[in-house]
């Protein structure tokens, strides 16, 4: 088998640093490996594999001889991804820049694996929110269409950056300390007022759109859409950060176009690849984020008929939106690569 030459591009950050354990963890296999990141990174050194290498700052030529590229996400990936592409690489993007552009598949490996194929140069990872929901979705799905889904998410903070896990820490020391809460991050760095999350909980995640719904909320009603390759289907999300370090949940409820059973749901649930069913309520048995921190699977439980329409399905879900819901997606869409020999 050919190992590619592979490229990590925001090494230093915290989903670069999740590749890289990732590629220790499942053993990628590579050829040579570059590490790269902003110019104030560059000069770190780094160890994968038993051995250390040197964090380069990221240019369009960085790109020579590389394979597969792994973007850790942000606006830099505008502008690098396609210089990448022209010197052969095929990039892995986190970020949400070609998300929803035609000519770019969208994937979720476990779900819709065959889009792989239809790149061009970019495979686009999807938003965490939508990874880890459309997890839940695909089952239910391919036993009867799903028309419509009702979701609220329980966003950790770590999905705001480092930024977010030590803005918690702070107002949790100084709340412990008598101290005023300061808030600098939350609900976005962009936004006009910003609230504690420490005690708290924030019905905003990003900007508001003009229909009042944020950006991460229409990410997850576009995406979902063109997953599963229906733009029929309804979403409605609100989605809601949390003052939880790492791992999302999210409560689902979703319509189908003919009634499908719990136990028939579970049953493809237990089939079903990423997916762990931990679904025993009276022994208290369900999926929460500081069991699915660190996991490469989402949990899913809670599954329950609507109480009124028998064609609705209630479950909750949750995983690891740093491993799932960002790098091992993408080091997943690259294993695909790997194992296809398509690059």
């Known amino acids: 088998m050919r190992k590619p030459n592979v490229a990590i591009l925001g090494a230093t950050g915290a989903v670069g640093q999740e590749f890289i354990k990732l590629i220790e963890d499942r053993q ?16 770190t050194e780094l160890t994968v594999c038993g051995k250390t290498y040197v964090v380069e700052e990221a240019t369009a030529d960085s790109f020579e001889n590389v394979d597969i590229a792994l973007f850790a996400g942000g606006s830099i990936s505008k502008t690098l991804a396609p210089e990448a592409v022209k010197r052969g690489a095929i990039v892995i993007d986190n970020s949400s820049t070609f998300r929803m552009d035609p000519n770019v598949p969208l994937v979720v490996p476990e779900v819709n694996p065959e889009d792989i194929d239809t790149h061009q140069g970019i495979i686009a990872n999807p938003n965490c929110s ?124 979703v319509e189908t176009e003919a009634p499908v059973s719990v136990a028939d749901f579970k049953a493809a649930c237990e089939k079903f690849p990423g997916l762990v069913v931990n679904d025993n309520p009276q022994e208290q048995a369900y999926p929460m984020p500081l069991y699915t921190s660190g996991k490469d699977d989402c949990e899913i439980g809670r599954i329950r008929k609507d109480l009124y329409n028998d064609k609705g399905m209630n479950f909750w879900i949750a995983g690891d939106q740093i491993r799932k819901g960002a790098a091992l997606n993408a080091l997943q869409i690259a294993e695909y690569l790997v194992e296809h020999q398509s690059f």
């Open 28 to 43: 990628f296999p590579f050829k040579n490996l570059k590490l790269l990141a902003s110019a104030r990174s560059a000069g």
């Open 130 to 253: 939508t990874i880890i929901m459309a997890l839940g979705l695909k089952p239910l799905h391919d036993l009867s269409p799903i028309k419509r889904v009702v979701v609220s998410t329980y966003q950790a903070v770590s999905g705001a950056g480092k930024e977010g896990i030590d803005e918690l820490d702070n107002q949790v020391s100084a709340h412990i300390q008598g101290k005023p809460m300061e808030a600098h991050i939350l609900p976005s760095a962009s936004a006009p007022k910003h609230y504690p999350i420490a005690f708290n909980v924030i019905p905003q995640i990003d900007v508001l759109l003009d229909n009042d719904y944020t950006k991460e909320e229409m990410k997850m009603v576009n995406e979902t859409q063109k997953i599963l390759h229906d733009d029929s289907i309804q979403v409605v999300p609100t989605t809601v950060r949390i003052p939880v370090y790492r791992s999302h949940s999210e409560s689902v409820l």
